[in-house]
């Protein structure tokens, strides 16, 4: 097939080094290199980067309610998006005229926070989240290619408390993060109530667990889950439940934790980072027994973390903060957690 001889490919031939799609990790708008932790040429950059097409890839598509939700994904090449709090739309095809489909028909309101209404693509579909007022609770939908609804699902968000002869309604539920086979909520933001529920995107079935899970361990193919990071309140503790081992670890700010998490053979990887306030916390354990094996290198930043991912490349661990000063990335030795790159 030919190809169009394109200025990148033309930088190449003058003797700089070919970049792989693979080998490419876009941080804001600028490119790393991860085979030599260098700056990418402008020219050069990748159309796709390795948070795009490694088997990390979708643990970059979690919504951050922080920052900008994504209101657009595309199935079987039909791109969708939010239209208003009411439609989405899609197309036959990129050029064709778009088709508005009304997914709110009652025109009941959204909860008037961050994060009511985004949609985003999985393998088998698009998967459109309503968070509606009050103890109306979350809509989940799933669409086909011609947006019609394979499956509706509802997660209560709030529940009605008495004080004082007085009715309040307080939330306790949230969204938390998806794989592209699983979408997950749960109770950090209460205090009373310890709750998670895993809900299926395939079929839309849910999975309640007992308890605020504030991590997830992934499986080795990155779509089902091998365990949770469970909330001990009380004993200011994390439980870490999986199937190569279960163990405690204290953590005293453990009511504000979140944990983002790797495995690797046998050795367990955990950024702890709290919400709204600075700092993170990398160390390496062994998945059976919890011993600790490393403690990163962190070159800290000022900001507060929103959001932290962990992935690997070869034998070295990558873990981008995303804050609102500007993300960063940072590269270690997946063997001893000694730094090897920071873009700070």
Not at 71 to 83: E, S
Not at 178 to 195: E, G, K, L, P, W
Request: glycine share 8%; aromatic share 10%.
């Amino acid at each position: 097939m030919n190809k169009i001889f394109t200025i990148a490919q033309a930088v190449c031939l003058l003797g700089f080094a070919t970049v792989k799609a693979q080998n490419a990790y876009q941080v804001g708008d600028k490119w790393v290199n991860l085979d030599s932790y260098t700056n990418i040429d402008s020219a050069q950059t990748p159309e796709s980067d390795f948070k795009k097409t490694s088997k990390y890839a979708t643990r970059f598509k979690v919504v951050n309610l922080l920052g900008t939700l994504p209101a657009k994904g595309t199935y079987k090449d039909r791109p969708f998006r939010v239209i208003d709090d009411n439609h989405i739309g899609y197309k036959i095809s990129a050029g064709s005229r778009e088709i508005v489909v009304q997914t709110n028909p009652e025109e009941d309101k959204l909860d008037n926070v961050p994060g009511n209404h985004f949609l985003f693509d999985v393998p088998d579909g698009i998967i459109e989240v309503q968070r509606f007022e009050g103890e109306m609770g979350y809509k989940i939908t799933r669409y086909d290619e011609w947006a019609k609804v394979k499956y509706k699902q509802k997660i209560d968000h709030t529940h009605v408390v008495e004080k004082n002869g007085t009715e309040f309604k307080q939330p306790y539920m949230a969204y938390f993060m998806h794989t592209d086979r699983f979408m997950v909520f749960n109770s950090m933001a209460s205090r009373d109530i310890h709750q998670t529920i895993v809900v299926d995107l395939k079929d839309g079935k849910t999975n309640p667990v007992g308890a605020t899970v504030c991590g997830l361990v992934r499986s080795d193919n990155e779509m089902s889950f091998d365990g949770y990071v469970i909330r001990d309140e009380q004993g200011k503790n994390l439980n870490v439940k999986m199937k190569k081992g279960s163990w405690v670890l204290k953590e005293p700010n453990v009511t504000k934790v979140v944990a983002e998490t790797i495995i690797s053979d046998s050795v367990f990887v955990m950024a702890r980072y709290y919400k709204g306030a600075g700092g993170i916390t990398l160390s390496a354990f062994s998945a059976k027994t919890g011993k600790v094996l490393w403690t990163g290198e962190v070159k800290q930043s000022a900001g507060a973390p929103a959001m932290v991912f962990l992935s690997m490349y070869k034998n070295q661990l990558l873990m981008e903060a995303e804050q609102s000063g500007g993300n960063y990335l940072e590269a270690f030795d997946m063997t001893t957690g000694k730094r090897v790159y920071s873009s700070l």
